[in-house]
């Protein structure tokens, strides 16, 4: 009994001294940011609106105290159990905030939580690959691919109705010359659904050159057969077709201009000049069609 009555003694005189620690420590008053978590979704429904992470709570009280809610994990729960689909508000008060006795809310930020919950729903949409950006002046886009061209979603069953098609994250292609390939998420910002299998798809932006034309003027002819001829014009003119980069760069001494004048009678003849032009490129008239070749009679 003695014993017992001691021990109560002690216990009484501990509280005294902690009542008297906490009154005369010094208090403060701060916001601090507590988690809002959600709890027992029904299976069967998911949230279909923007619910704010956190909560504001203005807080008046000891300073250790106050520390100590940082270290405790406390958050704000709504507990959906048995909650159906649609709008509802929960009213955030002061005693539904599990802070330490000693600490006092002043304040809370936002006081009103709306959810909306809505069926769950799976559906697969199809995939839009955003490229920005141009490639080199000297070359275009010649198509666009990604893989997989679609994705499975979970969400919302109002919200995916409506929605055909889900956006990549951007890919910039600016001032590219050959063909891009990139692995990026699904930009999933705008929705509150989520990827079954997978989250990032691959973008292949197949880049080629612009192709275009160009004339080059002054090119030599070269003759092959006998000595005792006479041809002209001595330079002509072709026109190209190729990539605007190659047809950029050539000239003149890159394109082989020749006649043949070895089967030819005596006289004058208009020839046609075998053209040979670089590899990727393509003749598209040369400027004059023909050559005219005298060629002298042998001396007996």
Same mark, same amino acid.
């Given at each position: 009994?003695?014993k017992?009555?001691?021990?109560?003694i002690?216990?009484?005189?501990? #509280?005294?001294?902690?009542?008297?620690?906490?009154?005369?420590?010094?208090?403060?008053?701060?916001?601090?940011?507590?988690?809002v978590?959600l709890?027992?979704i029904p299976?069967?429904?998911?949230?279909?609106? @923007?619910?704010?992470?956190y909560?504001?709570?203005?807080?008046y009280?000891?300073?250790?105290?106050?520390?100590a809610? #940082?270290?405790q994990?406390?958050?704000?729960v709504?507990d959906?159990?048995?909650?159906v689909?649609?709008?509802?508000?929960?009213?955030?008060?002061?005693?539904?905030i599990?802070?330490? #006795?000693g600490?006092r809310?002043?304040?809370?930020?936002?006081?009103?939580i709306e959810?909306?919950?809505d069926?769950?729903?799976?559906k697969?949409v199809?995939?839009?690959?955003?490229?920005?950006?141009?490639?080199?002046?000297? &070359?275009?886009?010649?198509n666009?691919?990604? @893989?997989?061209?679609?994705v499975?979603?979970?969400?919302?069953?109002?919200?995916?109705?409506?929605l055909?098609?889900?956006?990549?994250?951007?890919? @910039?292609?600016?001032?590219?010359?050959?063909?891009i390939?990139?692995?990026?998420?699904?930009?999933?910002g705008?929705i509150? #659904?989520?990827?079954? @299998?997978?989250?990032?798809?691959?973008?292949?932006?197949?880049?080629?050159?612009?192709?275009?034309e160009?004339r080059?003027?002054?090119?030599?002819?070269?003759h092959?057969?006998?000595?005792k001829?006479?041809f002209?014009?001595?330079?002509?003119?072709?026109v190209?077709e190729?990539?605007?980069?190659?047809?950029k760069?050539?000239?003149?001494?890159?394109?082989?201009?020749?006649?043949?004048?070895?089967t030819?009678?005596p006289g004058?003849h208009?020839?046609?000049?075998?053209?040979?032009?670089p590899?990727? &490129?393509?003749?598209?008239?040369?400027i004059?069609?023909?050559?005219?070749?005298?060629?002298?009679?042998a001396?007996?």
């Amino acid at each position: 009994m003695t014993k017992n009555l001691g021990l109560k003694i002690l216990s009484l005189a501990f #509280a005294i001294m902690l009542w008297f620690f906490v009154v005369g420590e010094e208090k403060a008053e701060i916001t601090i940011s507590l988690p809002v978590e959600l709890v027992n979704i029904p299976s069967n429904l998911v949230v279909a609106n @923007d619910v704010p992470s956190y909560i504001d709570v203005r807080v008046y009280g000891p300073r250790s105290l106050i520390r100590a809610v #940082a270290t405790q994990g406390i958050s704000r729960v709504i507990d959906l159990k048995g909650a159906v689909p649609g709008k509802f508000l929960v009213h955030i008060t002061p005693d539904s905030i599990p802070l330490p #006795a000693g600490i006092r809310v002043m304040r809370i930020n936002p006081q009103n939580i709306e959810i909306e919950l809505d069926h769950l729903l799976r559906k697969r949409v199809l995939v839009h690959p955003v490229v920005n950006g141009k490639p080199n002046e000297y &070359f275009k886009i010649i198509n666009i691919m990604v @893989d997989p061209s679609e994705v499975l979603l979970i969400g919302p069953e109002k919200e995916l109705m409506r929605l055909q098609k889900i956006d990549t994250l951007p890919i @910039d292609i600016g001032g590219a010359t050959s063909t891009i390939e990139r692995t990026v998420a699904l930009d999933l910002g705008k929705i509150h #659904a989520s990827p079954v @299998d997978t989250g990032s798809v691959k973008i292949i932006v197949n880049i080629g050159p612009v192709q275009g034309e160009r004339r080059i003027t002054h090119i030599p002819v070269i003759h092959r057969g006998p000595k005792k001829f006479k041809f002209w014009p001595k330079v002509v003119s072709a026109v190209l077709e190729g990539p605007k980069i190659g047809l950029k760069q050539l000239e003149p001494r890159d394109i082989l201009v020749e006649i043949d004048s070895r089967t030819l009678e005596p006289g004058k003849h208009k020839v046609s000049p075998v053209v040979t032009v670089p590899d990727g &490129f393509k003749l598209k008239r040369i400027i004059p069609e023909t050559i005219t070749v005298t060629v002298k009679e042998a001396q007996k």
